[in-house]
Structures are given as structure tokens and as C-alpha cells.
């Protein structure tokens, strides 16, 4: 229990240690406390007894001289590493979602978002008036991105597909990779227009994509056979996931598939990290992670046969539906 109850300890820490970029100094070899206080701008004495304490759970490591070094999980906070969670921690542990986690029991006592309750307004809301807090939340997406499309590529074939729908795809790096894998495949990205300026990722492919700005809960682009939402649904209630998936059943090919990539949240007592991000949803969204039976409801009550759910590497599953 003592090892639960120090977990809020130990976020504070990591979040620390990825704001002031520790381990970005100590990835080319050991360094001394009083080196790194000096490259981060932190205080020797209370920097000494964070690295203490993180080394103790394997994130960095204490040398027989009491210089610091890399280990594979402080590796995973490097700025530059593909699939980089620097960003992430920074995100999820510090900044907008610490603020609002401090209000989980409101959520918890009436099923409201936290973050409203905190903020007053709704997250998409906030980050637009807070780029600042955007950035970081948007650099985390895009290195988990990076992390995931690679575990989805080698599970899912999408060669049966001619012209993919990317919805609410961000920078288009899933998409890129879908017609990478796929040379005979076009693919329409479709996001809010201020997200589609930064599109970077799929310049590779832009000769087979096209940039569709709009609202998906208004309407999504029309003529796809494959419509692909990576981390979409889960951060919207039913009603609303309902309302993007009828947009979709209306805007696709018949016989089309929508292909969700989201946790799929296992039974009973099996432990998931879905089970605690579904908690983070409650907080900061107001969405939730889903199960199987879950999928299958919602995607039902938009017209959609639940055909499959095939899972990856990476813990997440890919969940297909079929427009009946």
C-alpha cells in the first residue's frame, strides 16, 4: 500500500525530471549532481536527492563515484528517441491535467468533467487559449503516435481499402504510414483547420492525400472506403462518438468499414492501463475507454456491424466496424 501511496510522489518526480530535460544531459554518459544542476538550472542539494530517489525505481542510476547515468526508462524522456514520452509526462503529470486531477472527487460525486470544474471551460477550449499547455500535449501526441502506428501496420492489412479517411488525424503520421504500406491507396486527412496547418507528416505522401479541414460533428469528407479514427472516440461520451460515427455511416462507400484504435479494456480484475486512462478520460474529457461490448453498442447504434477487434503489440486494440 505504501508503494500505491508514494505513486504521487513519484509522478511529481518524473514530471520534474522531464520539464528541466534531465535526461537529455546525462544520455551522452555520467555526469555529476553538481554538472546537471548546472546544465538544468536546478539546485544541486534538492537535485541530488530527486536523482536519489528516481534511481531508486530504475529511472537513472547512482555510479560507485555518485556520478548519474541513462538507464532504458530515463532513455524513454530523451527529447529526440522516437516515441519520445518527455512530452507525455510533461502533459499528463504536470501543467493543465495535474490542476484538474486535484478535482477528480467532484467527477467522482456527480460524473462531471474535473477539468471544467477547475477551468471553466472544456479542454479543446482551454489549449486553444493556452498554446503553451497545446504544445506539449500536441508533441505528446505525435511521439505516442510514433510509438503505436508501427504495432498497427504489422496487425491490420489495409490493402483491401482504396481511399482511407483519416478522422480528427492530427499531423496525418498514421495516415503517411496507411498509404506508405499501401502505394495503390489515396487518403483524405480531416481535422480543424488550425491542426491541419501544422500537417508535416505526410508529406511524403502528399501526391496521394489531400487535406479535408472541417468538424466531425458536423459532417467528415465522403467517398472513403475506410474511415480511421486513432484516439478519437475515447475522449467523447456515447451520444457523441454516436454522432461521429452516423457522420462517417453517411459519408462512406457502402459495404465501408470505420476502424477505431483505442484501449480495449479487458474483463474483471485484469490489470490495463485503459482501466487508469479511462479515469483520466472522466477527468479531463468527459469520454471514456471502452470493452468489446461497448464498442459493439455504440458502433451498432450508428448503423455499424462490430466485425472485429484485432489487437497489437502495443496494448491498443484495432476495432472495426462494418456500414450495414
Known sequence: MRDHLQGFWVSRALFAAAYFGIADIVKDGPRSVEEIAAAS???????????????????????ADGR?????LSATLESDVPGTLRYTVMSELGLSHYQAWEFFPHSLATGEMAFVKRFGKEI????????EHAAPFNRSMTAFS????????????????????????????LLAAILT??????????????????????APVSDRCELAPGNFFEAVSEGGDAYVMKWILHDWTDEQCGTI????????????SVIAIDFVL???????????MDLNM???TGGRERSAEDFRRVFESAGFRLKGITPTESGFGIVEGVRE
Not at 536519489?52 to 547512482?62: D, E, N, T
Not at 548519474?68 to 532504458?72: D, K, L, V
Not at 479543446?124 to 498554446?131: A, D, K, N, S
Open 146 to 173: 510514433q510509438a503505436v502506428i508501427a504495432s498497427v501496420i504489422a496487425a491490420y492489412d489495409f490493402s483491401p481499402f482504396h481511399k482511407v479517411v483519416d478522422v480528427g488525424g492530427g499531423q496525418g503520421a
Open 181 to 202: 504500406a499501401n502505394p495503390a491507396a489515396r487518403g483524405i486527412l480531416f481535422d480543424a483547420p488550425e491542426v491541419l496547418a501544422g500537417a508535416s507528416c505526410i
Open 282 to 284: 472522466l477527468v479531463m
Open 124 to 131: 479543446w477550449q482551454y489549449y486553444h487559449e493556452h498554446p
Open 41 to 63: 538550472q536546478t539546485n544541486p542539494g534538492a537535485l541530488g536527492r530527486m536523482l536519489r530517489a528516481l534511481s531508486s525505481i530504475g529511472v537513472f542510476a547512482m555510479e
Open 68 to 72: 548519474y547515468r541513462s538507464t532504458p
Open 266 to 276: 479487458p474483463p474483471g480484475n485484469e490489470p490495463s492501463f485503459g482501466k487508469w
Open 245 to 256: 460515427l452516423r457522420n462517417c455511416h453517411r459519408a462512406m462507400q457502402p459495404g465501408g
